[in-house]
């Protein structure tokens, strides 16, 4: 490969649309979106002797100029996103400019990327990136980069947060304390792409992020906080100073250590998204969640809200037991033990996971229309109902939890302050009774149109 011509780099990094701000408008608007981690963590790695004029355009903000003018691209790739990012790819190259292609789709199946970049990257990027930067201002950038298994998250640079304008989001105060986790659902992207092996940085360098921030509340991307309890403990001790109040993931298992939950609860946290996933055990075991038990779902909440913390209690519905009626009895326990925002979603077999092998040999999966591997599309057929009455029963079930009468009972138990409550409800409440407006993809349009002339 031919060094740049020019004596600076000119790199852009993109984010391409998502699923779901492919459309930019509705409940999710721009205000309402934390600022991503990626590109700020991607400009951050930029050697600093490389002279390189960055430029990063998120497409949930903005749009990707027509006569972008670069040496070379990057683009970070999740699976609902890899349509738009292939097709952009392949612009760029017929223009002569040089891409690269990463992460988790990438990560997933570098094979179904590999024939839209100049490069592709495997894995985490800590290592690589530099690397591959330093190669391509050499002339000898590789077709492909694989992450290192003896990868360290320690003394890393701080994410470059100024790459995106702050006033485009609701908030850039997001922070990673740790990567992956320990367990192995199977329908879940983190054990197929990078192991169950926590990646951790050191606290310190956690709370100097904070601090560098002067941040008052904080938001924990982490996919489960507490998969190593030794490092969750000090890591929530070292919160405890600052009195900021945050917001973070974590399983139910939680819940099950009351010392750790209390010091969850001192550290500042004010909300958890769990994972509940299903109200029918059989389905919890057979996808690796069998920790999560339905009965106690309400103890739970009760738990949490003792200590004045929310819970986003998240379900999936499609699961080989799931039955016709399992939508609406999921959408009335979430209302029953006061989940303080239930959220709904179709199982989707994300290539390259346990789930997605299995369906494809028992040769139910649909379709490869990555843009529609959302959680919001049936791409597979489900073992106990239609696509179409799975669709349906999903929609429904968010309907009735955003009601106006459900709200009022949720929001009396609430652990929130009610008028965050109120906002975070009826910001929902839009995205409900909406969600058609967000099932328009051409090919989902012809497939309900003949599914409903054929009676489907």
């Known amino acids: 490969m031919d060094a740049p011509s020019a004596t600076r780099i000119r790199l852009t990094l993109i984010s391409p649309k998502g699923p779901l701000y492919r459309h930019r408008k509705g409940a999710f608007k721009k205000s309402l979106r934390y600022m991503p981690l990626t590109l700020p963590t991607l400009a951050a790695l930029i050697p600093a002797d490389l002279p390189v004029d960055l430029t990063c355009i998120d497409e949930g903000i903005g749009d990707v100029p ?44 570098p094979e179904d990327a590999q024939p ?17 930067l330093r190669d391509f201002a050499a002339g000898n950038m590789l077709p492909r980069y694989n992450q290192s298994p003896n990868l360290c998250l320690a003394e890393r640079p701080l994410p470059n947060r100024k790459v995106l304008p702050r006033r485009s989001f609701l908030t850039d105060n997001v922070f990673e304390a740790t990567r992956s986790c320990i367990h192995s659902c199977d329908f879940c992207v983190a054990p197929s792409a990078w192991g169950r092996k ?15 921030q002067k941040a008052r509340q904080a938001i924990f991307v982490d996919l489960n906080l507490i998969s190593d309890r030794d490092y969750a403990q000090s890591l929530f001790e070292a919160l405890i100073p600052l009195k900021i109040q945050w917001y973070g993931l974590s399983t139910t298992l939680l819940c099950k250590d009351l010392p750790l939950l209390d010091l969850v609860s001192r550290s500042g946290c004010r909300g958890l998204l769990m994972g509940l996933e299903s109200i029918t055990s059989s389905n919890l075991k057979s996808s690796g969640k069998g920790f999560n038990k339905p009965t106690e779902y309400k103890e739970v909440v009760d738990l949490l809200h003792k200590r004045k913390i929310s819970l986003q209690g998240c379900f999936v519905f499609g699961l080989d037991e799931d039955t016709p009626e399992i939508m609406a009895e999921t959408a009335r326990l979430a209302v029953d033990i006061g989940i303080d925002l239930p959220r709904f979603a179709v199982i989707t077999p994300f290539p390259g996971t346990g789930l997605f092998h299995k369906l494809e040999a028992q040769g139910r999966i649909l ?67 909406h969600l058609s407006s967000y099932y328009n993809c051409d090919w989902f349009i012809s497939t309900r149109a003949s599914q409903s002339s054929a009676g489907g």
């Open 198 to 212: 926590p990646l951790q940085k050191p606290v310190e360098e956690v709370v100097a992020d904070l601090k560098r």
């Open 116 to 132: 839209h970049a100049d490069s592709i990257v495997v894995g985490y990027a800590e290592d690589e990136w530099p690397r591959l």
């Open 66 to 109: 027509e006569d972008l003018q670069a040496d070379l691209i990057g683009m970070t790739v999740i699976t609902g996103t890899a349509q738009r990012a292939y097709a952009l790819a392949d612009q760029f190259r017929k223009r002569g400019i040089r891409v690269v292609l990463g992460g988790p789709h990438v990560t997933l199946v």
């Open 367 to 433: 379709h490869k229309n990555w843009e529609l591997y959302d959680g919001q599309h049936v791409v597979f057929q489900p073992a106990r109902m239609s696509p179409e009455t799975l669709l349906q029963g999903t929609e429904a079930a968010w309907k009735y939890v955003y009601s106006f009468p459900s709200i009022a009972r949720r929001l009396r138990r609430t652990a929130a302050p009610w008028y965050v409550a109120l906002m975070t409800n009826f910001g929902y409440r839009y995205y409900a009774y």
